[in-house]
């Protein structure tokens, strides 16, 4: 069974820190993704990744960067949060061939202050 | 624009009866459609696909319909069980699905199963 793991379930940070928020995958998936999901807005893709060290933008990447090092590691990363920031993130991970669902780790909730 | 549109944010259904979430999308280009179950603190969990060659799949109590003419689709549950209560996303993909372009996905529709 796949396993996607998001190292934090609650996170609390203040107005301009910066921010990690870290994905493991244990199913050796080429393609890893992060999405937020808000109230009324659903789920909306921020960046993802389709090999080591490759990333691309998706439909909401403005305040944020990624970075894949390792085939099984992707990390979001907030350069100086900010409070429209404030929401639960949502990482992902799918085979490289098509009709590959996804499937997603439990979530980080953020709060920024 | 929302290319993937659920526009009932929340549905009732009594235990028993048949759950209806309709989904309706706008790109042409999308050509494979998927629906994901989300628990309250959980992450979506993958429910059931349709290829756009196809009109319908089945699996166990669930049931999905594309209408390409319409460009909607439908997610059929029968019979409803409280355990289905939950928040159900409709999600769409360009040329062939959970790729490396990820997946569009709709606002989403709160079933509540009525005991």
């Known amino acids: 069974d796949v396993k996607v793991t998001q190292s934090s379930r609650y996170l609390v940070k203040r107005t301009g820190e910066k921010v990690f928020l870290e994905c493991v995958q244990d199913?050796?998936?080429?393609?890893m993704f992060w999405y937020r999901q808000d109230p009324g807005l659903g789920l909306r893709l921020i960046y993802f990744?389709?090999?080591?060290?490759?990333?691309e933008k998706g439909d909401i990447p403005e305040g944020y960067s990624v970075s894949r090092e390792k085939k099984e590691r992707f990390s979001l990363i907030l350069e100086s949060a900010s409070t429209n920031q404030t929401s639960m993130y949502l990482c992902?991970?799918?085979?490289?061939?098509?009709?590959?669902?996804?499937?997603f780790g439990n979530g980080t909730r953020l709060t920024v202050t | 624009d929302q290319q993937v549109k659920q526009n009932s944010p929340s549905l009732s259904v009594q235990e028993g009866r048949i759950s209806i979430l309709n989904c309706d999308y706008t790109?042409?280009?999308?050509?494979?459609f998927l629906w994901y179950k989300k628990y309250p603190a959980e992450g979506p969990t993958f429910l059931i696909s349709?290829?756009?060659?196809?009109d319908k799949n089945e699996d166990g109590r669930f049931t999905v319909f594309l209408n390409k003419s319409a460009k909607h689709l439908s997610l059929h549950i029968v019979p409803s069980q409280p355990g289905d209560s939950a928040v159900y996303f409709c999600?769409?993909?360009?040329?062939?699905?959970?790729?490396?372009?990820?997946?569009?996905f709709g606002k989403g529709t709160h079933l509540i199963i009525q005991p």
């Open positions: 992902a991970s799918s085979l490289g061939q098509a009709h590959s669902p996804l499937h």
């Open positions: 199913m050796d998936h080429e393609n």
């Open positions: 990744s389709y090999d080591v060290k490759m990333k």
């Open positions: 790109n042409s280009m999308f050509d494979y």
């Open positions: 349709i290829s756009s060659i196809k």
């Open positions: 999600a769409a993909s360009l040329y062939g699905g959970g790729g490396a372009d990820g997946l569009t």
